[in-house]
């Protein structure tokens, strides 16, 4: 009887990866069974939860809060029978979602691709800020060098130094079994103070030219990404989407064509029968970090590039908060690791998080500051029913109750 | 020269941790000998010291007590290190920043939190249940203790009211893990996303962008009087906040209760091998729901302690990653009290000293800051030997 | 024998079931005081649930219990245990960093001032019973540092501290030495003089017949028949368990070894703990044969396995497959010079169960040409590889994309043996082959076995089973306390061997 066995050995944290591994098979037979239906039913019930906050603790309606945050999103940009003024707002708004959702794709896949293999990686933050920080590095240095070069310099250094520093957490997993959740969880706050050190008053890195301003170089004109739809001035939609896109073909290329997919994905699902099998479970985990410290770094360096311009130690310290990086862990979640989840959970998300900001919301109706956390919860939420398995538990009853047993 | 003491000490294994010990002593020496008030301006005594204690340490480790003797040795290595550095920088700079009874009190004050949410997290894992979310816990009682401190006029009432916010983010954390049989990080993580979020929402929609009122009812401090004269032990021990006691106090009674108690021995049996304990009749289920529960209420004390103890005022996010660092030295301190208690006092330190070394170097000051999360690194990464968990943590358990 | 009339327990009419089976179907059985009664029967045959329902840990569906005549509802553990009904599981459910003492108090701990563990006492009260019942154990002992013989001492301690009258051993002699197992049918002895009613469940049929009263026969949830202990062989109730002539051996031809294809030399390897568990070992596998190692579960055999199949580092020694020093090789490596692994845990180690049949096949190969090139992979040949095995091994249940966790499994077992034998290994290393598996997977394994040795491999079949290492092998080499103490003919007794497995007679060669 198998379930009077004695626990195998746990990893030396004691957080060990055998739920996990069940995890990962749960969602397995859920993309079998559920396909779309679990991702869409998790997040209308986080929305449902989310609305019932909203109403009790503010007796708004919650059905107009979420239509204001929906245009606020710009997706009503989609319906055809909106014209004129109201169109050009939407198209702006759409814009902005766009941007966003470039971010959470790339920080979407970083959680996604440790997931795949059984790691937690909640250092998407501090990977981020890295990558970032050598976006802004490499891209305010070297005046007048080919526009295409200089993006791409600062593009991989970016996201090589993502992977770098997810690396650490890796290389301490592969060798000493070190939880990687802890140790990211670490790197994020010491990359958050090493970005304020270098950018803070008499940092290294600090502006050259405003000497009171505890803020980055400019990057320069030449090592911007172009921008494609709607007004440079107006911080318009740049080709960094593109790239995110990529990355989720990228994704799905490295996890179903590749020799290092099957070693990622057999670790994840069996860690014990890959090492039986021959596979290295150690160069597994430090390769699955590195690459997902690689989406996450290059998330950093194409904010920089495509709008942001410039690291503030604000901005650095912001994110330790819980920013656009933490969002990824809901979005990889949500969509279930897969890409296509990743994409349309971004793309919520970033609707989710234009719709809520302060230049989209009318605080008549809801207050920003407020929408924000509220954005947090219904975040939360998504993480909870993912983890719970709540719906595909539901589900799977339901279709066993179709089969004949 | 150690060869020849450690053949006697190494016939036993106590034996043998005691020669860490005196290992570990002298490394501390060695730093102290640098430092103010005997401030030896020549490294030599101290490399002396940290020597014998890396020795010292090398040989335990060789016999087979890893731990203590990788303690030995970091401590001989670091005590020369900062013996080293003592003694090239100015005495003007050490004597400021090295103000050891300052030093030691803010430890106390930085480590409070810590512990709290360090022995919470101790019964939870004891129990097999890990507890991820006791930063989301924490900021609970941050929050509710302010709110129940600001709108029913009294400091008990906040600390009341942060406990029962802690015990139900507890439940749900409980609720999942047990019933749900979730993955017990992940919902840990939608635990302390859902903190966040509750407290910030909370905090802006009652306080708005004022902020927290500055005249809360405080916890108060314990003043004891009688030993204000005496030297070292006055300046620590006579001003502390009444909750720096209430941790130092739970230490030994938590380690009462764990080893020394039938309830202890319950609670360790559930988390080691849960399917024994059922078929004696004991109540997984109870067990690890209680010891859950307990796990948030006082991981909110300690939340409560910084917002109504210790800043009095809270802002969104106020607990900056100190649930995770508190889960680090439950590890670290190898899920027991004392050593859990221990690593959050070593904790304390680091920030209380990180807070004074911008003396040195201002802008390379909030590099400092960086100590602790440094720190917890090292200690994950278990390169001071490996600690071994309860076996039955994070596996969910199923009745048949 | 005290009383012998007087009933004890009777289950009647017990019926559960569980999603898509019938545990037990329309179940009565009886216990009287001071016998020792026999559940016989194979795996899945119900036993072990009636017993569950027994101590509580299970609820029929139908029927009533009564023990010495009164009605009772064994909802839980502790009610079974205040009806004085004592559990010895297959599986310890003991705490091995907790000592002996605290093991067995656990749950009714004695206290001073009410409130602090009294683990004075404790030991106290465990010593009075051990000399009570003659089961010695010393209360301060790590139960991680005892045996396994003093382990189910301990066990039995539990359920007699708790004054239980009627104890349920469920298989217990499995994880014990032949020596052990004798010492225990004496504690059986002299427990039910003391006027305790025993219950063995078991499906070894020796030992059965030499220490049970009665023999209640249970075959696929039903009870076949009750009856006295006296009278009844091994054939007979073979035939009652199965229901059919049961083959005892299976047929095969003599064996022609030749070439050397696996050598260990002096081979050293430690645990985790850092304690040596092979220690000096050698032996050597030729083409066309099958060496059976036996021995009791923790001499090494593990240790030995994962060396020689790159899992674990080697202290000193050497391995060599066909010609190559595998010693230092990866596992990897060792897969590439002609190893062929049939783990031991096929669900935990053998496969991967979300991946489909195809993938799991190609889990050694998917590096190499054809399955991919330069990293690149391709799915389409790993299909096509997975089809023509699903042919040839008759894997039923799905096809080369389903989920491997989708099949029963006698069918992973096939999956796991289609991949090792299809990559053409020169040695064959089989651990456990046919754990948990029904009678006709059990078949086709061992007749698969054979067949591979007739074609000229060298097989090694490590397992716990006796019968199946007497039955299959050409040559039986025993291994105790991480050495090689006895080669064996597949000639030899039980009894033989079982000397061997735990030492004795050692240095003696009994060959033929």
């Known amino acids: 009887m198998s379930d009077l066995e004695t626990p195998p050995p746990a990893d030396p944290s004691g957080l060990g990866p055998e739920v996990k591994q069940s995890l990962l098979g749960r969602y397995d037979v859920a993309q079998k069974a559920g396909g779309l239906l679990a991702p869409?039913?998790?997040?209308?019930?986080?929305?449902?939860?989310?609305?019932?906050?909203?109403?009790?603790?503010?007796?708004?309606?919650?059905?107009?809060?979420?239509?204001?945050?929906?245009?606020?999103?710009?997706?009503?940009?989609?319906?055809?029978?909106?014209?004129?003024?109201?169109?050009?707002?939407?198209?702006?708004?759409?814009?902005?979602?766009?941007?966003?959702?470039?971010?959470?794709?790339?920080?979407?896949?970083?959680?996604?691709?440790?997931?795949?293999?059984?790691?937690?990686?909640?250092?998407?933050?501090?990977?981020?800020?890295?990558?970032?920080?050598?976006?802004?590095?490499?891209?305010?240095?070297?005046?007048?060098?080919?526009?295409?070069?200089?993006?791409?310099?600062?593009a991989i250094a970016g996201a090589m130094c993502g992977a770098l520093w997810a690396g650490i957490a890796g290389f301490l997993k592969a060798t000493v079994g070190a939880h990687e959740v802890i140790s990211t969880i670490m790197l994020n706050w010491i990359a958050v103070f090493v970005g304020v050190f270098l950018f803070g008053l008499g940092g290294p890195l600090q502006n050259d030219t405003q000497e009171f301003i505890p803020i980055s170089n400019d990057v320069v004109e030449g090592a911007k990404l172009p921008v494609f739809w709607g007004d440079p001035l107006l911080q318009g939609l740049h080709v960094g989407f593109f790239v995110a896109i990529g990355a989720l073909v990228v994704y799905w290329l490295i996890l179903n064509r590749t020799t290092l997919g099957y070693g990622v994905k057999a670790v994840g699902f069996n860690?014990?029968?890959?090492?039986?099998?021959?596979?290295?479970?150690?160069?597994?985990?430090?390769?699955?970090?590195?690459?997902?410290?690689?989406?996450?770094?290059?998330?950093?360096?194409?904010?920089?590039?495509?709008?942001?311009?410039?690291?503030?130690?604000?901005?650095?310290?912001?994110?330790?908060?819980?920013?656009?990086a933490f969002v990824g862990i809901a979005v990889a979640l949500l969509g279930r690791n897969t890409a296509v989840g990743v994409a349309l959970a971004a793309l919520l998300f970033g609707g989710l998080l234009t719709g809520t900001s302060t230049r989209n919301l009318d605080p008549e109706i809801f207050k920003p500051e407020l929408a924000s956390n509220l954005t947090l919860l219904i975040q939360g939420l998504v993480v909870m029913f993912v983890g719970a398995d709540l719906i595909v538990l539901w589900l799977m009853a339901r279709m066993r109750r179709r089969k004949p047993a | 020269m150690t060869s020849l003491a450690l053949p006697l000490a190494a016939r036993a294994p106590r034996g043998l941790r005691t020669v860490a010990w005196i290992g570990i002593a002298l490394g501390l020496l060695g730093a102290w000998v640098a430092l103010p008030p005997i401030s030896s301006r020549s490294w030599v005594w101290s490399l002396v010291l940290c020597l014998v204690a890396v020795m010292l340490g090398a040989g335990v480790l060789i016999r087979g007590e890893r731990r203590f003797g990788g303690f030995a040795i970091a401590a001989g290595v670091l005590g020369f290190a900062v013996a080293y550095f003592a003694t090239v920088s100015s005495l003007g700079k050490l004597d400021t920043v090295v103000v050891w009874s300052a030093l030691f009190a803010a430890m106390l004050r930085y480590a409070t939190p810590l512990i709290f949410a360090a022995l919470g997290g101790m019964f939870s894992e004891r129990s097999g249940v890990t507890n991820i979310g006791l930063e989301g816990m924490m900021l609970m009682g941050a929050f509710f203790g302010i709110l129940g401190a600001d709108k029913l006029g009294a400091w008990y009432y906040g600390l009341l009211v942060a406990i029962g916010a802690g015990a139900l983010m507890a439940l749900l954390h409980a609720v999942l893990s047990i019933h749900l049989r979730a993955d017990q990080i992940i919902g840990g993580t939608a635990i302390n996303f859902l903190s966040l979020g509750l407290t910030g929402y909370l905090y802006i929609d009652i306080y708005?962008?004022?902020?927290?009122?500055?005249?809360?009812?405080?916890?108060?401090?314990?003043?004891?009087?009688?030993?204000?004269?005496?030297?070292?032990?006055?300046?620590?021990?006579?001003?502390?906040?009444?909750?720096?006691?209430?941790?130092?106090?739970?230490?030994?009674?938590?380690?009462?209760?764990?080893?020394?108690?039938?309830?202890?021995?319950?609670?360790?049996?559930?988390?080691?091998?849960?399917?024994?304990?059922?078929?004696?009749?004991?109540?997984?289920?109870?067990?690890?729901?209680?010891?859950?529960?307990?796990?948030?209420?006082?991981?909110?004390?300690?939340?409560?302690?910084?917002?109504?103890?210790?800043?009095?005022?809270?802002?969104?996010?106020?607990?900056?990653?100190?649930?995770?660092?508190?889960?680090?030295?439950?590890?670290?301190?190898?899920?027991?009290?004392?050593?859990?208690?221990?690593?959050?006092?070593?904790?304390?330190?680091?920030?209380?000293?990180?807070?004074?070394?911008?003396?040195?170097?201002?802008?390379?000051?909030?590099?400092?800051?960086?100590?602790?999360?440094?720190?917890?690194?090292?200690?994950?990464?278990?390169?001071?030997?490996?600690?071994?968990?309860?076996?039955?943590?994070s596996r969910p358990y199923k009745k048949s | 024998m005290t009383d012998a009339s007087r009933t004890v327990l009777e289950m009647r009419h017990i019926t559960k079931r569980f999603p898509g089976i019938v545990a037990n179907d329309d179940v009565s059985f009886d216990l009287r005081e001071g016998e020792v009664h026999a559940l016989l029967g194979e795996n899945g045959a119900g036993k072990s649930t009636l017993m569950n329902i027994l101590y509580g840990l299970y609820h029929p569906d139908e029927g009533e219990i009564e023990i010495s005549g009164k009605p009772v509802r064994l909802g839980t553990p502790s009610a079974?245990?205040?009806?004085?009904?004592?559990?010895?599981?297959?599986?310890?459910?003991?705490?091995?960093?907790?000592?002996?003492?605290?093991?067995?108090?656990?749950?009714?701990?004695?206290?001073?001032?009410?409130?602090?563990?009294?683990?004075?006492?404790?030991?106290?009260?465990?010593?009075?019973?051990?000399?009570?019942?003659?089961?010695?154990?010393?209360?301060?002992?790590?139960?991680?540092?005892?045996?396994?013989?003093?382990?189910?001492?301990?066990?039995?301690?539990?359920?007699?501290?708790?004054?239980?009258?009627?104890?349920?051993?469920?298989?217990?002699?499995?994880?014990?030495?032949?020596?052990?197992?004798?010492?225990?049918?004496?504690?059986?002895?002299?427990?039910?003089?003391?006027?305790?009613?025993?219950?063995?469940?078991?499906?070894?049929?020796?030992?059965?017949?030499?220490?049970?009263?009665?023999?209640?026969?249970?075959?696929?949830?039903k009870k076949v028949e009750t009856l006295p202990a006296e009278g009844a062989t091994e054939e007979s109730l073979a035939r009652l368990m199965v229901g059919r002539e049961v083959l005892l051996r299976v047929e095969k031809g003599p064996a022609n070894p030749t070439d050397l294809l696996l050598e260990v030399e002096n081979l050293h390897v430690f645990d985790d703990r850092g304690i040596e568990k092979v220690r000096g070992l050698s032996l050597d596998i030729r083409a066309g044969e099958i060496?059976?190692?036996?021995?009791?579960?923790?001499?090494?055999?593990?240790?030995?396995?994962?060396?020689?199949?790159?899992?674990?580092?080697?202290?000193?020694?050497?391995?060599?497959?066909?010609?190559?020093?595998?010693?230092?090789?990866?596992?990897?490596?060792?897969?590439?010079?002609?190893?062929?692994?049939?783990?031991?845990?096929?669900?935990?180690?053998?496969?991967?169960?979300?991946?489909?049949?195809?993938?799991?096949?190609?889990?050694?190969?998917?590096?190499?040409?054809?399955?991919?090139?330069?990293?690149?992979?391709?799915?389409?040949?790993?299909?096509?590889?997975?089809?023509?095995?699903?042919?040839?091994?008759?894997?039923?249940?799905?096809?080369?994309?389903?989920?491997?966790?989708?099949?029963?499994?006698?069918?992973?077992?096939?999956?796991?043996?289609?991949?090792?034998?299809?990559?053409?290994?020169?040695?064959?290393?089989?651990?456990?082959?046919?754990?948990?598996?029904?009678?006709?997977?059990?078949?086709?394994?061992?007749?698969?076995?054979?067949?591979?040795?007739?074609?000229?491999?060298?097989?090694?079949?490590?397992?716990?089973?006796?019968?199946?290492?007497?039955?299959?092998?050409?040559?039986?080499?025993?291994?105790?306390?991480?050495?090689?103490?006895?080669?064996?003919?597949?000639?030899?007794?039980?009894?033989?061997?079982?000397?061997?497995?735990?030492?004795?007679?050692?240095?003696?060669?009994?060959?033929?």
């Open chain 2, 208 to 393: 708005g962008l004022e902020g927290t009122p500055t005249d809360i009812s405080g916890i108060p401090q314990v003043n004891i009087g009688v030993i204000d004269g005496i030297p070292f032990i006055g300046e620590v021990f006579g001003h502390l906040n009444l909750m720096v006691w209430v941790a130092l106090i739970l230490v030994p009674l938590s380690w009462v209760v764990l080893f020394k108690t039938p309830l202890g021995l319950r609670i360790r049996s559930v988390g080691e091998h849960p399917r024994a304990a059922d078929t004696v009749g004991i109540s997984v289920y109870g067990i690890r729901y209680g010891a859950v529960v307990l796990s948030g209420m006082l991981a909110a004390c300690g939340g409560a302690y910084l917002s109504i103890g210790f800043l009095n005022s809270f802002s969104e996010n106020m607990t900056a990653g100190r649930g995770f660092i508190a889960l680090a030295a439950v590890i670290f301190g190898n899920w027991r009290p004392f050593g859990a208690a221990a690593a959050c006092l070593l904790f304390g330190f680091s920030t209380a000293l990180a807070y004074r070394l911008p003396e040195y170097s201002s802008s390379a000051a909030v590099l400092f800051l960086a100590l602790p999360y440094v720190l917890t690194l090292i200690a994950v990464a278990g390169i001071i030997g490996r600690s071994i968990p309860p076996a039955a943590v």
């Open chain 1, 271 to 324: 860690p014990e029968a890959a090492r039986y099998g021959g596979i290295s479970v150690s160069t597994n985990y430090f390769l699955a970090m590195a690459i997902s410290g690689a989406f996450a770094g290059l998330a950093g360096a194409i904010d920089i590039l495509g709008w942001q311009f410039r690291l503030s130690t604000n901005d650095v310290s912001g994110l330790g908060g819980g920013g656009v």
């Open chain 1, 40 to 154: 869409v039913l998790t997040a209308v019930l986080a929305f449902a939860v989310g609305g019932l906050v909203v109403l009790v603790t503010t007796g708004k309606n919650p059905l107009t809060t979420y239509r204001a945050i929906f245009d606020g999103a710009g997706f009503n940009w989609f319906f055809p029978w909106v014209t004129g003024d109201e169109r050009s707002i939407a198209a702006l708004n759409m814009q902005q979602t766009l941007i966003l959702t470039t971010t959470l794709i790339l920080t979407g896949l970083a959680v996604a691709f440790a997931f795949r293999c059984g790691l937690f990686n909640i250092g998407g933050t501090g990977q981020y800020i890295v990558g970032a920080v050598l976006a802004v590095w490499i891209g305010s240095s070297f005046q007048n060098t080919n526009s295409l070069l200089h993006i791409f310099l600062a």
């Open chain 3, 291 to 512: 060496v059976g190692l036996a021995g009791i579960d923790g001499n090494g055999q593990t240790e030995l396995i994962d060396a020689m199949t790159g899992l674990r580092g080697v202290a000193a020694g050497t391995v060599t497959v066909a010609g190559d020093d595998v010693t230092t090789a990866s596992a990897y490596g060792h897969f590439n010079a002609g190893l062929g692994h049939i783990p031991e845990d096929r669900q935990r180690r053998g496969l991967v169960l979300e991946f489909s049949i195809a993938e799991n096949i190609a889990l050694h190969d998917y590096r190499q040409a054809p399955d991919s090139r330069f990293g690149w992979l391709y799915p389409r040949r790993l299909i096509e590889r997975g089809a023509r095995l699903i042919k040839e091994y008759d894997v039923r249940g799905g096809g080369a994309q389903t989920r491997a966790g989708g099949l029963s499994g006698g069918n992973q077992q096939k999956v796991v043996l289609a991949r090792e034998i299809d990559r053409n290994p020169r040695v064959l290393i089989a651990a456990q082959p046919t754990r948990g598996l029904d009678v006709g997977a059990i078949e086709f394994v061992h007749r698969r076995l054979i067949e591979e040795r007739d074609e000229g491999r060298g097989v090694l079949l490590v397992s716990l089973e006796l019968e199946e290492i007497l039955s299959l092998s050409d040559r039986i080499l025993v291994i105790y306390e991480g050495e090689i103490v006895g080669e064996f003919s597949p000639d030899a007794s039980e009894e033989e061997l079982g000397i061997a497995m735990t030492g004795g007679g050692r240095g003696q060669e009994a060959a033929a």
């Open chain 3, 80 to 221: 079974a245990i205040d009806a004085g009904v004592g559990m010895v599981h297959q599986h310890f459910m003991l705490i091995p960093v907790m000592t002996v003492a605290e093991n067995i108090v656990l749950g009714e701990e004695p206290t001073h001032a009410g409130a602090f563990l009294d683990l004075g006492e404790a030991n106290d009260r465990v010593r009075e019973i051990s000399e009570r019942f003659s089961l010695a154990v010393d209360p301060k002992a790590r139960i991680e540092d005892i045996t396994v013989g003093q382990q189910q001492r301990v066990e039995i301690l539990k359920a007699l501290y708790r004054n239980a009258d009627i104890l349920v051993l469920d298989e217990p002699t499995a994880v014990l030495t032949p020596q052990e197992a004798k010492e225990l049918f004496e504690i059986i002895q002299g427990l039910t003089a003391q006027g305790k009613s025993i219950i063995f469940i078991s499906h070894k049929l020796n030992e059965v017949t030499e220490v049970a009263d009665r023999i209640t026969v249970l075959r696929r949830g």
